[in-house]
């Protein structure tokens, strides 16, 4: 927001420096960004934070000028104009939602003289950055910015009927708004309204038809509070943006309503030769719930760290506009409480702390004593999960995986991509800064992979990354986080001297995935077929443990890779943390004395359908070889011309022994001949 000096000096006494002043602001909060030298004489240039609509005028910046610098706000009696009562007028303004306009003024103005604005006010104008249309015109936009109550003139002889109504829009309804523009309203925006169509969009923009001209003699003037919220959801919907709905938006205080009326009668009958002024019909609430607050000075001054009087105190917060009584002695000698009334045009406050730090703005920041913080041992303990985290990226970085941040939000092509656009338990952001960033991700899939694009994309012939974040969804509408340990191996395997170049295989997958669980002390792992969207599904699995399952692993699609610009093969799991943390190290490892028996390998090769995972068989053959089977080892794979099409042969290697003897023939040849015949029987499987 832009102050012109000049200006503030209409209301406080200016001793300082514009710097000086400069700095002062800063250091009360209102930052001044820029200090210049225009044709309208030196010009701050301030950011103004949300909290603080009451900075928005130049009447608030001089009421925080005069607190900081103990000088005496200056105010104009002639804002109070008398409520006249002309028998002319027979203006009704009708609210039909209290919520959405809390306060409306309107004023028929007769007799006025549309021309050129005075020299000064044009001046002041164009050092906020607005030009100069006509006088009447020019006097709502000098109010609009000398207090921070929007206003707007209608021509009163282009309204239709005698009855103003602030309504919502009906279905269909548009306006020409004063830029040109036609605009179709929907039934969630506020307009103002005469008995025919609407005239404006209420705390947004005026409309064309009834915009005040050079032609017009008689004027009807608008000073209202409207519901910040709808004004920000219609300026936003139709895109556009002005200093009144910017207002607006950070709310109007009820008792500016009528001030801000009263000043631009006040500059209307002095600059614009208005002959007849009407009285106010005012509609709606007319001041705001008082709100008080007790005060604690001594609390206030053991925050601040002593050095202030209960007069500063007090003079600090009378300066900003509150009003304070006295409420009696506190026990022991401490300073009186104090009744603080706060002031409608300041929302932000809220509590006695709010009140507080409003003194050490005032009284100055640099003027509370420093002194290092008491250092006291904490009572907290480690967090188990978070130690647990620690462990997984450990684990990670030493199976020679980097970490990955990827972006928790992801686009709607990118979820098309990976065959996650479907779901129904997607979350939405409701105000993305891009269509980049418009969902909430449900797997950290997508970031990986797009992740070991870039690296593909940078010459990396070979990538191994993990992460472990959060992924989100919705249940039962409500949003839900789920902690992920996502890891991917793609491209070419690290080259050797003794080994020649290889491209990554599932087997290096499923090998780092077993041996984190291994680890972590699982026992009992199963994999199951899956059926994911993004997957090759051959290679498609869930991991299981006890029932459970843990997580899901695969090789992504060629197809799916191509749209990436990817020809290497990439691989990707990603497993459940909490689940893993629940169970993990929770079965003891059990040890047993080296063997003192020798043991027996029996090979077995079968043929069966192909669709039975290698897992099942070997699930079968421990049940079957009982306490004389000691391992089990997959050593061949085979489908060909010898195999029934739709089949396949594996080929695994048994090793039996017993714990206190040497077995004998016959023992092992019957618990392998238990062996085949269980596959036979369970798997429909065919000895080779």
């Not at 909290?51 to 200056?74: C, F, H, M």
């Not at 109070?80 to 002319?88: D, H, L, T, W």
């Not at 709010?354 to 003027?367: N, P, Q, S, T």
């Not at 338990?425 to 991700?441: A, F, Y």
């Amino acid at each position: 927001m832009k102050i012109p000096l000049e200006w503030l000096k209409e209301f406080v006494n200016i001793r300082l420096s514009p710097a000086e002043l400069a700095d002062r602001l800063t250091m009360a909060g209102l930052e001044v960004k820029a200090v210049e030298e225009t044709a309208s004489g030196v010009v701050f240039e301030a950011e103004i934070t949300p909290n603080r609509p009451d900075w928005l005028s130049i009447y608030g910046v001089a009421r925080e000028v005069a607190a900081v610098t103990r000088q005496k706000l200056r105010e104009n009696g002639k804002w109070k104009m008398e409520n006249r009562k002309n028998p002319f007028s027979n203006c009704k303004v009708l609210i039909h939602d209290a919520k959405a306009c809390p306060r409306y003024i309107g004023r028929v103005i007769e007799g006025v003289n549309v021309s050129s604005s005075p020299e000064e006010m044009v001046k002041r104008l164009s050092a906020m950055g607005t030009r100069s249309i006509n006088n009447v015109v020019d006097i709502t936009n000098y109010v609009l910015f000398e207090l921070g109550q929007p206003l707007h003139a209608f021509d009163l002889d282009k309204l239709q009927g005698s009855t103003i109504h602030i309504r919502f829009a009906k279905a269909g309804e548009e306006i020409i708004t004063i830029d040109g523009i036609t605009r179709k309203l929907t039934p969630q925006d506020l307009v103002i309204a005469d008995e025919i169509r609407p005239v404006a969009i209420a705390g947004v923009m005026g409309g064309k038809e009834t915009e005040v001209t050079e032609s017009t003699r008689n004027t009807f003037l608008e000073s209202a509070c409207f519901d910040p919220m709808l004004v920000r959801r219609t300026a936003r919907r139709l895109g556009l943006a002005s200093e009144s709905s910017y207002r607006f938006e950070r709310g109007i205080p009820l008792e500016s309503v009528l001030l801000g009326s009263d000043r631009a009668v006040e500059f209307l009958a002095r600059l614009a030769g208005a002959q007849k002024i009407g009285p106010r019909v005012d509609a709606g609430k007319k001041t705001s719930q008082e709100r008080k607050i007790v005060l604690n000075v001594h609390r206030v001054q053991h925050l601040l760290g002593g050095g202030i009087t209960q007069k500063q105190v007090q003079n600090c917060l009378s300066g900003l506009g509150f009003s304070i009584s006295k409420k009696g002695q506190k026990a022991r000698g401490r300073k009186q409480e104090l009744g603080v009334a706060v002031p409608g045009f300041r929302k932000d406050i809220k509590e006695e702390i709010d009140l507080a730090e409003e003194v050490a703005r005032v009284h100055g920041y640099d003027k509370i004593p420093s002194q290092l913080p008491a250092m006291r041992e904490t009572t907290i303990g480690p967090s188990p999960l978070l130690e647990f985290q620690r462990d997984l990226r450990r684990r990670l970085a030493g199976l020679g995986y980097d970490e990955a941040r990827t972006h928790s939000l992801t686009s709607h092509t990118a979820l098309k991509t990976f065959g996650q656009a479907g779901r129904s338990d997607l979350g939405k952001i409701q105000n993305p800064l891009s269509e980049e960033q418009e969902w909430m991700r449900p797997t950290l899939v997508i970031g990986l992979t797009q992740a070991a694009q870039r690296n593909f994309f940078h010459q990396r012939s070979g990538v191994r990354l993990f992460e472990l974040s959060h992924t989100y969804s919705l249940s039962k509408g409500h949003p839900r986080e789920s902690l992920k340990l996502g890891f991917l191996l793609g491209g070419d395997q690290p080259r050797h001297w003794q080994n020649k170049e290889e491209e990554y295989q599932w087997g290096d997958l499923k090998g780092a995935i077993e041996a984190i669980l291994s680890g972590l002390k699982f026992q009992g792992i199963q994999w199951e077929r899956a059926s994911l969207p993004w997957a090759i599904e051959e290679s498609a699995a869930e991991v299981y443990h006890q029932g459970e399952i843990l997580g899901i692993a695969a090789q992504i699609a060629p197809k799916l890779l191509s749209t990436l610009d990817i020809e290497k093969p990439v691989f990707v799991a990603e497993l459940e943390v909490e689940k893993l943390f629940k169970h993990a190290g929770k079965e003891t490892a059990r040890y047993r004395p080296l063997p003192k028996f020798p043991s027996v390998r029996r090979d077995i090769a079968l043929e069966l359908k192909e669709a039975v995972p290698a897992a099942q068989v070997m699930a079968v053959i421990r049940e079957k070889g009982k306490e004389l089977l000691e391992s089990i080892q997959l050593f061949d794979y085979y489908q060909g011309k010898q195999i029934f099409s739709g089949n396949k042969s594996l080929a695994f290697s048994l090793e039996y022994r017993a714990p206190d003897r040497t077995l004998t023939d016959e023992e092992i040849n019957h618990v392998h001949q238990q062996v085949a015949q269980g596959l036979m029987e369970r798997l429909g499987a065919k000895v080779r």
